[in-house]
């Protein structure tokens, strides 16, 4: 596919003014040349070389729609869904999760991050704890000696089976986190949890 930034020369100015009809716009390409002048983008460029045909602004804009499509298609290809964060009001996120589970009650990283809990949490973390008291005798499921004995025999297994088991784990959080909230999602996660600190003192 071609790179739109191969297509068009960049200007810093609020506008490209097309050398046909001396219109102000944010991007000329082929719809406006072949609409408005019954010829093609190629040919206008021919005739106008070295014209601006696109804003820096417009171009920055079409680049993340890009991306959002990119990333759009990958998690559809995974099965996965967007759904909106549970405080999505608030924060504007999306998050993907499974075409298999509901799409409802999710909270994204960056929400997680500041500490909030959807609505219900508390309630469900009540209903496990009585759930694992009973059977257990304890909420600290660490200290049942058959869980742990478990747990060991999981984690060995796991390494027997494949080495890199835990590496592709955290590569899989990496790539996750950078196709949801970019390459700098680490300095994002470490201003979000600062500021989750400071809002619980």
């Known amino acids: 596919m071609t790179d739109i930034r191969d297509l068009h020369i960049i200007t810093n100015d609020d506008f490209v003014v097309c050398q046909i009809c001396k219109k102000q716009l944010t991007k000329i390409d082929g719809r406006h040349t072949k609409k408005t002048h019954s010829i093609s983008f ?40 967007i759904v909106k964060c549970i405080f999505f009001d608030d924060c504007k996120n999306t998050l993907p999760v499974s075409i298999n589970t509901s799409s409802i009650y999710h909270v994204c990283q960056v929400c997680k991050a500041l500490g909030k809990k959807h609505p219900r949490t508390k309630e469900i ?57 970019g390459d700098n999602w680490k300095e994002q996660f470490h201003e979000l949890q600062k500021e989750g600190m400071i809002k619980k003192q």
């Not at 171009?59 to 998690?75: G, N, T, V, W």
Request: proline residues 3%.
């Open 42 to 81: 190629d040919e206008y460029k021919n005739k106008f070389p070295n014209t601006p045909t696109i804003t820096q602004n417009k171009l920055s804009r079409e680049l993340k729609m890009i991306d959002k499509r990119k990333q759009a298609k990958k998690i559809k290809e995974k099965n996965l869904n």
């Open 125 to 181: 973390e009540i209903k496990l704890k009585e759930g694992v008291i009973k059977k257990y005798g304890t909420y600290n499921v660490s200290l049942v000696k058959e869980i742990v004995q478990q747990r060991v025999k999981t984690v060995q297994q796991h390494k027997e089976e494949n080495p890199e088991y835990y590496n592709n784990i955290v590569k899989k959080r990496v790539v996750t986190n950078e196709e949801t909230f």
